[in-house]
């Protein structure tokens, strides 16, 4: 099994020379990724001079929202978001079935065949703003802080990883899945925000059925000891869980999409 | 012999939401929940024993891909029982998958931007095969196919002639027991799907690769199938040999003499005479069991004969025999 893994960073290896065919167009899509994020922290900035706080958030923390959401998505993403959009292609043209006729775990084959190295613009403008945001930030620096800093970011990628795996795998029954993408990105958009600010309606629904509220806003709320609504004391075991659980459910949800697979036709 | 394949009342139905025409016709299909079932496949049942080169045809939407996704693991069977190797497909497609090649015609499997060498490389570490045969079957196989000029170039430049030798090849490379093709040779110009014809043709032969092959093209179960199965309406309709389909529509064998004088009328026992031109006459060959020695015997030395041209009714002829008379029977039933 073990000599199996050592495919995966041949794929890797694959796909990034696939992509250095078009290398100006790869740093200049980058560049794109740091200015429109960018602006969105800059807005976040700007709202900030005005008001001072929002929701009982500072402007350091809200960075350390921002830059945690932005690097926990981009983790996630890179391992999922456009190997799943894409699938509803494969399922059209019928390409998956060249993909189920090898000895070769599918959803590993596709992830890392396609492992999206676009994310770095992302990463190269988390880490900076995160590293700046987590001294800014009154964070109470302790080992268990520490720990469930770099676990709860680990289990905000699987979030990402595991909502947009179940996402995308729908289109192995619908064929279709685009539309549920859209959903999950006018949810993701407020996961920008602490979820205190939003009415109880959305806070449930986001700690729940779209549980985007893990990749950020709860994880962040216990590192800087804010209360977190609904969850209370509970916030913590559960930002750490959500990810390694939400990976099973969608283990579990693949298989069955793929067993439900018909075809597109012919 | 044992089978390789086995199909026992093999079905395949798929469920399509029911659309319903027009504008207004869309938004009730929208708002609907109702289904039509659509079969793809029903009842079809065969052996194909180790060795064979299997044609797989019919007409568009007759099921074909269906029946190769069933058999490859990829789509579940509704109903029946389908063992491929031994084992049943879509409960053990990993397993299945290292015994045997897929070729889509339609569908590459090579990476597009990269040399056609590097996907083959990813084959050969994905199927795990060892570095000595990998060597051996790449130089072989490339060499047959003439791939050696293109190895190195990059997919998206190739001719789609040369992408799908690349595509055979690749199919090849870890030695599978079973080859299937879903339409190899489509789109393809005559010398590159004569190219392809003759190297499965000769894979089969000398290597005793099982081939089974969906096609449109009549020519490419003439080449390397000597065993038929085709498929109507989703129904088996005839599965045999291509010979035994020829003898048992009757098509005959059309023989044309040329004389350089003319013989005059020259009825002949052995064959039909059909057209007389004087220095050339047409005859029919009707019974499969005489030869043309023994027409030739008939006619005798001695009537300036100049030349002989027999022509086999080619395939596209028979099946339309067939189809035809089919669609007669049902007709009349």
């Known amino acids: 099994m073990l000599h199996r893994l050592s495919i995966l960073p041949l794929l890797v290896q694959m796909f990034v020379k696939s992509q250095m065919e078009y290398r100006g167009a790869f740093w200049l899509d980058r560049l794109a990724q740091i200015v429109s994020y960018g602006a969105v922290l800059l807005t976040i900035w700007i709202l900030l001079q005005k008001f001072q706080l929002l929701g009982g958030w500072n402007w350091p923390e809200?960075?350390?929202?921002?830059?945690?959401?932005?690097?926990?998505?981009?983790?996630?993403?890179?391992?999922?978001?456009?190997?799943?959009?894409?699938?509803?292609?494969?399922?059209?043209?019928?390409?998956?079935?060249?993909?189920?006729?090898?000895?070769?775990?599918?959803?590993?084959?596709?992830?890392?065949?396609?492992?999206?190295?676009?994310?770095?613009?992302?990463?190269?403008?988390?880490?900076?703003?995160?590293?700046?945001?987590?001294?800014?930030?009154?964070?109470?620096?302790?080992?268990?802080?520490?720990?469930?800093?770099?676990?709860?970011?680990?289990s905000a990628t699987m979030v990402t990883g595991s909502v947009i795996t179940m996402i995308g795998a729908t289109a192995l029954i619908w064929v279709r899945s685009n539309h549920l993408f859209s959903i999950f990105f006018g949810f993701w958009e407020l996961t920008r925000y602490p979820l205190n600010i939003f009415p109880s309606g959305i806070q449930v629904v986001m700690l729940t059925v779209v549980p985007l509220a893990y990749i950020s806003a709860v994880p962040v709320a216990v590192l800087l000891g804010k209360p977190v609504p609904l969850l209370g004391d509970f916030a913590a075991p559960v930002a750490l869980l959500a990810g390694p659980v939400l990976v099973l459910i969608a283990i579990a949800h693949w298989r069955y999409a793929l067993s439900r697979y018909q075809g597109a036709g012919g | 012999m044992t089978a390789l394949i086995e199909a026992r009342g093999v079905s395949k139905r798929f469920r399509q939401h029911k659309r319903f025409p027009g504008l207004l016709g869309a938004f009730q299909t929208l708002v609907t929940s109702e289904y039509t079932e659509v079969s793809a496949v029903s009842d079809i049942g065969f052996d194909i024993a180790a060795g064979e080169a299997v044609g797989y045809l019919g007409p568009n939407g007759a099921g074909k891909s269906t029946m190769i996704k069933m058999m490859t693991g990829i789509l579940v069977p509704s109903a029946g029982t389908l063992s491929v190797l031994g084992r049943t497909p879509h409960l053990e497609r990993m397993a299945n998958a290292r015994e045997i090649g897929v070729v889509f015609g339609q569908r590459s499997q090579l990476w597009w931007d990269l040399p056609v060498i590097d996907s083959f490389t990813l084959h050969q570490r994905i199927y795990d095969i060892p570095e000595a045969r990998?060597?051996?079957?790449?130089?072989?196989?490339?060499?047959?196919?003439?791939?050696?000029?293109?190895?190195?170039?990059?997919?998206?430049?190739?001719?789609?002639?040369?992408?799908?030798?690349?595509?055979?090849?690749?199919?090849?490379?870890?030695?599978?027991?079973?080859?299937?093709?879903?339409?190899?040779?489509?789109?393809?110009?005559?010398?590159?799907?004569?190219?392809?014809?003759?190297?499965?043709?000769?894979?089969?032969?000398?290597?005793?690769?099982?081939?089974?092959?969906?096609?449109?093209?009549?020519?490419?179960?003439?080449?390397?199938?000597?065993?038929?199965?085709?498929?109507?309406?989703?129904?088996?309709?005839?599965?045999?040999?291509?010979?035994?389909?020829?003898?048992?529509?009757?098509?005959?064998?059309?023989?044309?003499l040329e004389f350089s004088a003319d013989p005059g009328p020259l009825p002949l026992s052995t064959a039909t005479l059909t057209s007389d031109e004087g220095l050339r006459k047409h005859y029919l060959l009707e019974r499969e069991d005489v030869s043309l020695v023994q027409v030739l015997g008939e006619v005798g030395g001695d009537r300036g004969l100049k030349d002989v041209a027999l022509h086999e009714p080619d395939i596209e002829e028979v099946i339309r025999t067939f189809y035809q008379r089919r669609n007669a029977a049902a007709a009349v039933s």
């Not at chain 2, 894979?203 to 038929?228: A, F, K, S």
Request: proline letters at 3%; charged letters at 20%; glycine letters at 6%.
């Open chain 2, 134 to 256: 990998y060597a051996d079957n790449l130089k072989r196989f490339s060499t047959l196919l003439d791939l050696t000029p293109f190895l190195d170039r990059a997919v998206r430049q190739l001719s789609l002639g040369q992408r799908m030798r690349a595509e055979i090849v690749m199919s090849l490379l870890h030695d599978p027991k079973i080859l299937f093709l879903d339409e190899p040779t489509i789109g393809l110009d005559v010398v590159a799907k004569d190219a392809v014809r003759k190297f499965l043709a000769e894979i089969n032969r000398e290597r005793g690769v099982t081939i089974i092959l969906t096609t449109h093209d009549l020519q490419d179960i003439e080449t390397i199938c000597p065993r038929l199965i085709m498929v109507d309406h989703s129904r088996l309709i005839f599965d045999g040999e291509l010979r035994r389909l020829r003898a048992a529509l009757g098509s005959a064998r059309r023989l044309t």
């Open chain 1, 62 to 154: 809200l960075a350390l929202l921002f830059s945690f959401q932005l690097l926990a998505y981009a983790m996630g993403a890179s391992v999922s978001f456009t190997q799943l959009r894409d699938l509803e292609e494969l399922v059209r043209l019928g390409t998956i079935d060249t993909l189920l006729t090898k000895p070769i775990n599918t959803w590993a084959y596709l992830i890392f065949s396609g492992l999206n190295i676009g994310y770095a613009g992302h990463i190269i403008l988390a880490i900076p703003v995160l590293v700046w945001a987590l001294i800014a930030a009154q964070v109470n620096w302790s080992v268990g802080t520490a720990l469930f800093f770099v676990f709860s970011l680990l």
